[in-house]
């Protein structure tokens, strides 16, 4: 098995500078979507250049300037861009006019993806679950797991935790923590109850102290949950790590309770923490899983909600969406778990490279320990924070002066969240890394 596709062409400082609304034909290159596309628009706006062309962890604007990717589509590109496995099944796939769409009917397409992901992830790991293809977005697989956690409990109560985030449809925005992205729905998010996170009292507080007590407390105002929601590493929510023993005493007392535990993998599952699952390490069997980003391997719009047997209420037709049978994303799919899941190889890869970016971010907070800062990451998910909050957005836009594509999380946008490619190479890790510890350094203040 090849851990690392082709590379693509190598930046250097003597490339042409960022391709900031050049002139083409007369006219600037981003006023077409200045003038088109709505104010909603956000990452074009950290990276202002007309992207062109993509090949593992490099994408080039349409000027030839070359940009190493951190970011890695939010998640949605563990295994690179146009990973050459994948781009050849799908491509033959097409080619033979395979079905494209097919909503949730028999395809060949989704029978061997069913196959190969039960052989090759389910049953290694024991792990029971069905298979549930709901709409093609993380956030659709949420709202699927939350409507069943309810259907199966008769409860209408679910239990999240700060910081999390779990996408921007209503019913996954009522478990989401975040004050600017809740604003957006217009509307009260109700039958969500917020929790802490591990660690966000410091410690101060035994874990889920709080929590106990609501439940056990019937003049407490917490309605019975039927379902906690949680993600083991808190992506958007700033890089916030989840210790194993934490997760493991949740995990007893929803069953102490009679909750149903919801593990949202959708940006930390498909092998970004190391294992499958991010939950593994964790040695817990979560009730239901939600899956996305990087399961169809190429960027292509898919999600699972996997449950266990006993949890399968639905009648036929009852959860749906015009675009859940996405066939070419069951061909990406299938390709990649048979390319990198077939053994160990991109586990021992991934987490081999995240101790390489731990090295590298421990040098950088020793340099900058009067700043502040500190780091927190697993496998390739990393986050490098300042006691100053605007100094990740300072990083972030010299990083794509330098030819870096980085972004920023955390509730107040304080955090460098790392997460490039799985696929990256070593010496491809080494020169982002470097590239962002002299961002840091040009970035600090007198």
Known sequence: MTITPPAGPSA????????????????????????????????????????????????????GRTYLDFFAGAGSLNYGHNNPVLKRALLDYLERDGITHGLDMATTAKRTFLEVFHDLVLRPRELP????????????????ALKLARKVKGRESIVSFTNAFHGMSLGSLAVTGNAFKRAGAGIPL???????????????VPDFLWFERLLEDSGSGLNQPAAV?????????????????????LADLCRRRDMLLIVDDIQMGCGRTGAFFSFEEAGIVPDIVTVSKSISGYGLPMSLCLFKPELDAWGPGEHNGTFRGNNPAFVTATAALGAYWADSALERHTLA?????????????????????????????????FAEKERAARICRRAFELGLLLETSGPQSEVVKLLPPLTVTSGELDEGLRTLARAVRETATA
């Open 353 to 385: 490279r995240g101790e390489q970016v731990e090295q590298a971010l421990l040098t950088i907070c020793d340099e900058n320990s009067a700043d502040g800062a500190h780091y927190r990451g697993r496998g390739l998910v990393w986050g490098l924070e």
């Open 229 to 249: 929601i949680v993600e083991t590493v808190q992506g958007e929510g700033g890089v916030n790590v989840a210790r194993p023993e934490w997760l493991r005493a």
């Open 190 to 204: 109700v039958h969500g109850t917020p929790m802490p996170f591990d660690n966000y009292l410091d410690g101060q």
């Open 129 to 144: 679950y069905k298979v549930m293809f709901p709409g093609p977005t993380g956030t659709n697989a949420v709202e699927a």
């Open 12 to 63: 250097s400082p003597t490339s042409a500078g960022p391709g900031r609304g050049r002139s083409r034909g007369g006219a600037s290159a981003l006023s077409v979507f200045e003038a088109l596309e709505s104010e909603v628009r956000s990452y074009c706006r950290g990276w202002p250049t007309v992207f062109d062309r993509a090949q593992g962890a490099r994408l080039t604007d349409e000027d």
